[in-house]
């Protein structure tokens, strides 16, 4: 009778045991994970190409999949060259500015 309720019980734990296993939400990196993989099987994507395309998928937090992420440097550089370019500035003047700007923090 004690085996029995001993066994039933073990079986109970293991059971709970998985079923919150089964429930646990994704990480945001496993999130990620999982929607490079449909879009690539979903392209149909397979060896290097595959490979290739989820590296870059996984690399690329901040965009979206296929398309580059920029590092803060590169930010940069392209909102200073969009206010020389508003302002018109050419030659030295540019250069000047572009100088400035990039060497601003912040």
């Not at 429930?23 to 690539?40: F, V």
């Not at 149909?44 to 590092?71: F, V």
């Amino acid at each position: 009778m004690k085996i029995m309720l001993l066994v039933t019980l073990l079986f109970g734990l293991v059971f709970v045991t998985a079923l919150s296993a089964a429930e646990k939400t994704l990480t945001p990196q496993q999130q990620r994970m999982s929607l490079c993989n449909q879009q690539a099987t979903a392209q149909t994507l397979s060896g290097d190409a595959r490979k290739r395309y989820m590296s870059d998928c996984l690399k690329n937090t901040k965009t979206e999949p296929g398309q580059k992420s920029l590092s803060p440097q590169q930010q940069k550089m392209r909102e200073c060259n969009a206010q020389a370019t508003q302002q018109s500035l050419k030659g030295e003047d540019r250069s000047k500015f572009m100088s400035g700007c990039l060497k601003k923090t912040g």
